[in-house]
């Protein structure tokens, strides 16, 4: 009876912290940082898409790194270019990139730590390292 005691308070104590992490708020750091890799994800999505307008290949590239203070002006010049206002996924990209530059400035102002302000870090993204198996 003592190791079905021991199983049963090990699946609850297992399941209350599954429960817990869930049900965290996120934070501004977090929030920023899978808003930031939304964008570049859908950015990428949209350059290599077929269906869209020629425009989109005059984009300003947005890789986009939240570590580095030149995020906001990338930011800022991604939001007001004229190019593509006729293309839905552009503007919906641009919301998404003024969503998180508001955010950026506003709410989590005094919680983000900028590491660099390299500039031309933010045009030549590094690429991850490719896995050998």
Do not use: W
């Amino acid at each position: 009876k003592l190791p079905t005691m021991k199983m049963l308070l090990l699946l609850v104590a297992v399941l209350s912290a599954a429960l817990l992490a869930s049900a965290a708020p996120p934070t501004c750091y977090s929030r920023v940082l899978s808003l930031s890799k939304e964008i570049t994800q859908s950015f990428k999505e949209l350059q290599t898409s077929r269906t869209v307008d020629s425009c989109v290949g005059t984009l300003p590239r947005l890789y986009l790194d939240i570590h580095n203070y030149c995020v906001l002006a990338k930011l800022r010049d991604f939001v007001a270019y004229p190019g593509c206002d006729r293309v839905v996924e552009v503007n919906e990209l641009k919301e998404k990139a003024r969503s998180l530059y508001t955010i950026l400035i506003s709410y989590c102002r005094r919680d983000l730590v900028f590491l660099t302000d390299d500039c031309n870090a933010l045009e030549i993204p590094i690429s991850p390292p490719i896995e050998h198996s």
